[in-house]
């Protein structure tokens, strides 16, 4: 199985900060790579696919980039609505895999 | 509007089995390859299992936590999913979502689609 390994596990940043989360593909993935986000209580809604393109309607202050292993998504300015879990997803190979989640929290 | 609604968790002993509903509407079930994925309480998400269209001859997979116990299935004339349980464990207990997987295109790859819409939930219950 493909390991999916998200970090930081959690951060505290304040409302307009740019903030970056790296997820780590335990073998190449090609560019068959996803990210989520969830509010508490909620489904996960998609944001990104394929790396770097955004799911309809996701604003252009999320964005993604990596390549093989090594994958980032960025938040370009942090807007209060932002503050979620994030999680990873390869979609490569069986079985699907996620990555373990990163808290977005208010400082 | 593509919705996505799931229904049927409910509270079972574990050994028991539950039959999860997910009503689709907007979009014409069987073109698209579906999926469940579950979240533990307070955990991370975890894929179950797939069940590919029409046209790839509705051939499932699963998690090796399910296979043998799960079972993915549609019904076309609802425009529904549903995911069979049985021999629940308190490993289990999650809530489940069903997820719909995007791919366009005549020359779609769909082994190497995404997810676009993910249904809202229903919680699942495994007592000892």
């Known amino acids: 199985d493909i390991q999916m390994t998200q970090s930081p596990s959690s951060l505290s940043a304040s409302v307009g900060d740019r903030v970056t989360i790296t997820c780590r593909a335990s073998?190449?993935?090609?560019?068959?790579l996803a990210w989520f986000q969830q509010k508490l209580g909620a489904a996960p809604k998609s944001l990104i696919y394929?790396?770097?393109s955004l799911q309809s309607g996701v604003p252009s202050k999320f964005s993604g980039s990596g390549s093989g292993t090594d994958f980032t998504l960025t938040i370009s300015s942090l807007q209060p609505e932002d503050f979620a879990t994030y999680y990873c997803?390869?979609?490569?190979?069986?079985?699907?895999?996620f990555g373990g989640g990163t808290k977005v929290e208010i400082k | 509007e593509v919705r996505l609604v799931e229904s049927g968790g409910d509270l079972v002993q574990s050994g028991g089995s539950l039959r999860l509903s997910c009503a689709a509407s907007?979009?014409?079930?069987?073109?698209?390859?579906m999926d469940w994925v579950r979240q533990a309480p307070g955990k991370g998400l975890e894929w179950v299992g797939r069940?590919?269209?029409?046209?790839?001859?509705?051939?499932?997979e699963y998690a090796a936590s399910v296979k043998s116990r799960f079972t993915i299935s549609r019904d076309a004339s609802k425009n529904s999913l549903y995911l069979q349980m049985n021999s629940l464990t308190t490993e289990d207990t999650a809530v489940y979502f069903c997820?719909?997987?995007?791919?366009?295109?005549?020359?779609?790859?769909?082994?190497?689609?995404?997810?676009?819409?993910w249904g809202q939930g229903t919680l699942v219950t495994v007592s000892s």
């Open positions: 997820a719909r997987v995007y791919c366009s295109g005549s020359d779609c790859p769909w082994e190497k689609a995404y997810f676009d819409h």
């Open positions: 907007g979009f014409t079930l069987s073109d698209h390859y």
């Open positions: 069940i590919r269209n029409k046209a790839n001859s509705d051939t499932t």
């Open positions: 073998q190449g993935i090609s560019n068959n």
């Open positions: 394929g790396v770097s």
């Open positions: 997803q390869q979609y490569d190979s069986y079985p699907l895999t």
